[in-house]
């Protein structure tokens, strides 16, 4: 068993095509498949199932996968850490990141075009998810680090806060109060209302104004997709609360009016995840600190549109 094979098998896996494969690696079909069959002889089992539309992992090939993944990422890691060494201006080697949906909508785009552009020997790959599957994509090596708001309690995995950031309400109806200003929860009285699911981390303050008495809705909506919160909004005429990174490209559209919270009573805490014991590959290191640049941009340029509709107020909430 040698790394070719290894990274044939792998390829494979993943297209679920030994021609895809083979174009991959840039060798011709015939010599990829004797190289994974005589992988599967040496293991004494068959790795794929081959059937009319190309090919499925078999059980033990799904094991053997996730068994190799750490291999080739280790070796990975080591070739770009020699690479660094002779090159330290350059950074060089892959790097898989996960983030959620508003993410990707927000500033992912931009800090990407900005990564690529300053480190061009760096390949990436980014996955979209919701925390669960972030912090297990993580926690199988699937992912290097990903960026999410959950609880900092997680074993087998360092947990750092990157980002802490304004939640705000969205109406698909103006309020009585014009967009932008401070909107109290007395506002909010007979209001139809979004809320995230009791998983969220959103969900237990918000939990606890109802119990209190002190948010009334006329009716409750459960939406765990902060994007999906928007675009309800928008549509259906209804309210909800959501990070301003989720609505400042659509602040200024039609049928959705934006009300700050006094004294920032919710706020999401963004942290970063990557499994413990493992050092952080310097190109993730400095993906992050564009990242982190990026949401402060964001969160610049709400405040001055929030300034824009009520100068004493925003300057005081800075």
Same mark, same amino acid.
């Given at each position: 068993?040698?790394?070719?094979?290894?990274?044939?098998?792998?390829?494979?896996?993943?297209?679920?095509? /030994?021609?895809?494969?083979?174009?991959?690696?840039?060798?011709?079909?015939?010599?990829?498949?004797?190289?994974?069959?005589?992988?599967? @002889?040496?293991?004494?089992?068959?790795?794929?199932?081959? +059937?009319?539309?190309?090919?499925?992992?078999?059980? /033990?090939?799904? %094991? /053997?996968?996730?068994?190799? @993944?750490?291999?080739?990422?280790?070796?990975? !890691?080591?070739?770009?850490?020699?690479?660094?060494?002779?090159?330290?201006?350059?950074?060089?080697?892959?790097?898989?990141?996960?983030?959620?949906?508003?993410?990707?909508?927000?500033?992912?785009?931009?800090?990407? =075009?900005?990564?690529?552009?300053?480190?061009? *020997? !760096?390949?990436?790959?980014?996955?979209?998810?919701?925390?669960?599957?972030?912090?297990?994509?993580?926690?199988?090596?699937?992912?290097?680090?990903? $960026?999410?708001?959950?609880?900092?309690?997680?074993?087998?995995?360092?947990?750092? !806060?990157?980002?802490?950031?304004?939640?705000?309400?969205?109406?698909?109806?103006?309020?009585?109060?014009?967009?932008?200003?401070?909107?109290? /929860?007395? =506002?909010?009285?007979?209001?139809?209302?979004?809320?995230?699911?009791?998983?969220?981390?959103?969900?237990?303050?918000?939990?606890?104004?109802?119990?209190?008495?002190?948010? %009334?809705?006329?009716? $409750?909506?459960?939406?765990?997709?902060?994007?999906?919160?928007?675009?309800?909004?928008?549509?259906?005429?209804?309210?909800?609360?959501?990070?301003?990174?989720?609505?400042?490209?659509?602040?200024?559209?039609?049928?959705?009016?934006?009300?700050?919270?006094?004294?920032?009573?919710?706020?999401?805490?963004?942290?970063?995840?990557?499994?413990?014991?493992?050092?952080? *590959?310097?190109?993730?290191? %400095?993906?992050?600190?564009?990242?982190?640049?990026?949401? +402060?941009?964001?969160?610049?340029?709400?405040?001055?549109?929030?300034?824009?509709?009520?100068?004493?107020?925003?300057?005081?909430?800075?």
């Amino acid at each position: 068993m040698d790394l070719r094979q290894i990274t044939y098998f792998m390829w494979v896996f993943e297209q679920r095509s /030994f021609t895809k494969a083979a174009q991959k690696a840039g060798v011709v079909q015939p010599a990829l498949s004797i190289q994974v069959k005589r992988l599967e @002889e040496e293991l004494g089992v068959s790795l794929f199932a081959r +059937n009319s539309r190309g090919v499925e992992p078999t059980s /033990f090939g799904e %094991r /053997f996968y996730t068994l190799c @993944e750490p291999i080739l990422r280790d070796v990975a !890691m080591a070739r770009s850490k020699m690479l660094e060494l002779l090159k330290p201006d350059v950074v060089m080697g892959n790097l898989r990141c996960g983030f959620p949906p508003t993410f990707f909508k927000a500033v992912v785009g931009k800090v990407v =075009a900005q990564f690529t552009r300053e480190n061009p *020997h !760096m390949d990436l790959h980014l996955r979209e998810g919701y925390g669960r599957i972030l912090t297990q994509w993580v926690s199988d090596g699937v992912l290097d680090f990903a $960026v999410g708001a959950w609880s900092t309690d997680m074993p087998g995995l360092n947990v750092s !806060m990157v980002y802490e950031e304004e939640v705000v309400l969205i109406s698909g109806r103006a309020l009585s109060a014009p967009t932008f200003s401070m909107c109290d /929860f007395d =506002a909010l009285s007979g209001l139809p209302l979004i809320l995230p699911s009791a998983a969220q981390i959103l969900a237990p303050p918000l939990e606890q104004l109802i119990s209190t008495g002190r948010l %009334r809705p006329a009716s $409750v909506m459960r939406v765990d997709s902060y994007l999906g919160v928007v675009e309800i909004v928008r549509q259906a005429g209804l309210a909800g609360f959501v990070p301003i990174s989720g609505v400042t490209a659509d602040m200024l559209g039609d049928n959705l009016h934006v009300y700050r919270l006094p004294n920032q009573m919710l706020g999401l805490r963004w942290h970063l995840v990557h499994r413990a014991g493992e050092e952080l *590959h310097s190109g993730a290191v %400095r993906f992050i600190a564009m990242l982190e640049r990026a949401l +402060n941009d964001d969160r610049a340029r709400f405040l001055e549109m929030a300034a824009l509709h009520h100068p004493a107020k925003s300057r005081r909430t800075r």
